[in-house]
């Protein structure tokens, strides 16, 4: 069976709205991400990565004792019938030569998240919020979460502030050492995509997965996989990433990589996002070196093939525009699309151009159209800013019955 899964989610609030996640949004909470994925995304398994907090571990056992949480016997919870949850905690670590990245750990049950928390409290200032410094490295983070039955996943790897090839080492079998050989998968994050990945060969016996890292409810889902599976639970979903059984990674589904906040260069003075060849080693505009390397810039200068090498159980990697970066789809056409069409998978990928037009009018159908055909044009993101889908008349667009 085919499994609809986004596996980095955060949380923004816990208990009685409690900060986890502090640039996440207070809505962000366990119960209401099972819901919005329930609901409105059409995911049918979600990995929560901050659940090692102890805030939030209260949540979920709350959760659990009122029922509206199910364990399963394959690991992770069930919501309602309807969404298998994934408990999760992401963790920052930092290298010897003082490079800092950040690793997305999963756990079967609440007994072995709660044994990965009662550790972490020994490393992390303060264990109840998300993402946090343990000032282990990442090979030291890793046997904890093994010996805590769980699986690690290098998140966001090739981002240039906090991750391993953004910010540690041009491999990660340095970093890892023997532990490389007992990671299954890696995440690339919204700047790059598996056509990059595929350029490095120690990433081509590893599973790809693309993730939301979802900061709000909307942004859930704007990346995501498609994973065969039996059954959506942990034990299948490590399966899936380990290839076993007929379980693989069927397929990524991802931003175009030009919409991520990192993809190219930027330019720390005179915020020019680079243009040119890359790597481009300075600002293109004013020649400074003040800049923030940009994701494709990184993956050229440490690439091993100048064309992407993908091997055979590489799955397909297919772009995709979420709603809220089309132009013209604000919250009153969001809403009015999810409620004709019951969930975002379904507009993206399924509902026609005439049945879009009658909800929203023909120009912002055209518009999804085009997103979904890649026929968009994009100016790509750079610095901690988003790039965008960009198109001459969008301040014409109007929504039907909206003055």
Same mark, same amino acid.
């Given at each position: 069976?085919?499994?609809?899964?986004?596996?980095?989610?955060?949380?923004?609030?816990?208990?009685?709205?409690?900060?986890?996640?502090?640039?996440?949004?207070?809505?962000?909470?366990?119960?209401?991400?099972?819901?919005?994925?329930?609901e409105r995304k059409g995911i049918d398994v979600v990995g929560i990565i901050d659940c090692a907090s102890p805030r939030v571990i209260a949540d979920i056992e709350e959760m659990i004792d009122t029922g509206e949480m199910l364990p399963l016997d394959g690991g992770g919870l069930r919501y309602r019938e309807a969404v298998t949850v994934i408990?999760?905690?992401?963790?920052?670590?930092?290298?010897?030569?003082?490079?800092?990245?950040?690793?997305?750990?999963?756990?079967?049950?609440?007994?072995?998240?709660?044994?990965?928390?009662?550790?972490?409290?020994?490393?992390?200032?303060?264990?109840?919020?998300?993402?946090?410094?343990?000032? =282990?490295?990442?090979?030291?983070?890793?046997?904890?979460?093994?010996?805590?039955?769980?699986?690690?996943?290098?998140?966001?790897?090739?981002?240039?502030?906090?991750?391993?090839?953004?910010?540690?080492?041009?491999?990660?079998?340095?970093?890892?050492?023997?532990?490389?050989?007992?990671?299954?998968?890696?995440?690339?994050?919204?700047?790059?995509?598996?056509?990059?990945?595929?350029?490095?060969?120690? =990433?081509?016996?590893?599973?790809?997965?693309?993730?939301?890292?979802?900061?709000?409810?909307?942004?859930?889902?704007?990346?995501?996989?498609?994973?065969?599976?039996?059954?959506?639970?942990?034990?299948?979903?490590?399966?899936?990433?380990?290839?076993?059984?007929?379980?693989?990674?069927?397929?990524?589904?991802? =931003?175009?990589?030009?919409?991520?906040?990192?993809?190219?260069?930027?330019?720390?003075?005179?915020?020019?996002?680079?243009?040119?060849?890359?790597?481009?080693?300075?600002?293109?505009?004013?020649?400074?070196?003040?800049?923030?390397?940009?994701?494709?810039?990184?993956?050229?200068?440490?690439?091993?093939?100048?064309?992407?090498?993908?091997?055979?159980?590489?799955?397909?990697?297919?772009?995709?525009?979420?709603?809220?970066?089309?132009?013209?789809?604000?919250?009153?056409?969001?809403?009015?699309?999810?409620?004709?069409?019951?969930?975002?998978?379904?507009?993206?990928?399924?509902?026609?151009?005439?049945?879009?037009?009658?909800?929203?009018?023909?120009?912002?159908?055209?518009?999804?159209?085009?997103?979904?055909?890649?026929?968009?044009?994009?100016?790509?993101?750079?610095?901690?800013?988003?790039?965008?889908?960009?198109?001459?008349?969008?301040?014409?667009?109007?929504?039907?019955?909206?003055?």
């Amino acid at each position: 069976m085919l499994f609809v899964c986004d596996m980095h989610i955060h949380i923004g609030s816990a208990g009685n709205r409690q900060a986890v996640k502090v640039t996440a949004s207070k809505d962000l909470t366990f119960a209401n991400i099972a819901k919005e994925a329930a609901e409105r995304k059409g995911i049918d398994v979600v990995g929560i990565i901050d659940c090692a907090s102890p805030r939030v571990i209260a949540d979920i056992e709350e959760m659990i004792d009122t029922g509206e949480m199910l364990p399963l016997d394959g690991g992770g919870l069930r919501y309602r019938e309807a969404v298998t949850v994934i408990l999760g905690s992401e963790v920052e670590t930092r290298e010897p030569g003082g490079g800092m990245s950040h690793h997305c750990s999963y756990f079967p049950d609440i007994r072995a998240l709660k044994a990965f928390s009662a550790i972490m409290e020994q490393y992390i200032t303060n264990v109840n919020l998300s993402s946090q410094a343990c000032g =282990l490295s990442a090979a030291e983070l890793f046997r904890i979460a093994e010996g805590c039955e769980g699986v690690m996943v290098p998140a966001h790897c090739f981002t240039p502030h906090k991750s391993p090839y953004g910010a540690c080492v041009e491999r990660m079998a340095k970093m890892f050492g023997d532990a490389w050989e007992r990671i299954p998968a890696i995440e690339l994050g919204l700047s790059a995509d598996a056509f990059l990945a595929d350029r490095i060969q120690e =990433l081509s016996d590893k599973s790809l997965l693309s993730n939301s890292d979802a900061h709000s409810l909307p942004k859930i889902g704007r990346e995501y996989n498609i994973l065969q599976m039996e059954q959506a639970s942990f034990a299948e979903f490590a399966k899936a990433l380990w290839r076993q059984d007929g379980r693989r990674v069927e397929a990524n589904f991802g =931003l175009d990589p030009r919409l991520g906040k990192y993809h190219r260069t930027y330019c720390e003075d005179c915020g020019h996002i680079a243009l040119g060849e890359p790597p481009v080693p300075a600002c293109e505009r004013c020649n400074s070196t003040n800049i923030t390397r940009g994701v494709l810039d990184r993956i050229v200068q440490i690439a091993d093939y100048a064309e992407p090498h993908p091997p055979e159980h590489r799955g397909p990697y297919q772009y995709q525009v979420p709603l809220q970066f089309v132009p013209g789809v604000g919250s009153v056409a969001l809403n009015r699309l999810i409620n004709r069409f019951g969930s975002e998978m379904a507009v993206l990928h399924q509902a026609t151009r005439a049945e879009i037009g009658q909800a929203v009018g023909e120009k912002v159908a055209d518009l999804i159209i085009a997103a979904r055909e890649g026929a968009l044009r994009l100016q790509a993101g750079g610095g901690g800013r988003y790039g965008r889908a960009v198109t001459k008349d969008t301040s014409q667009i109007r929504l039907p019955g909206i003055s």
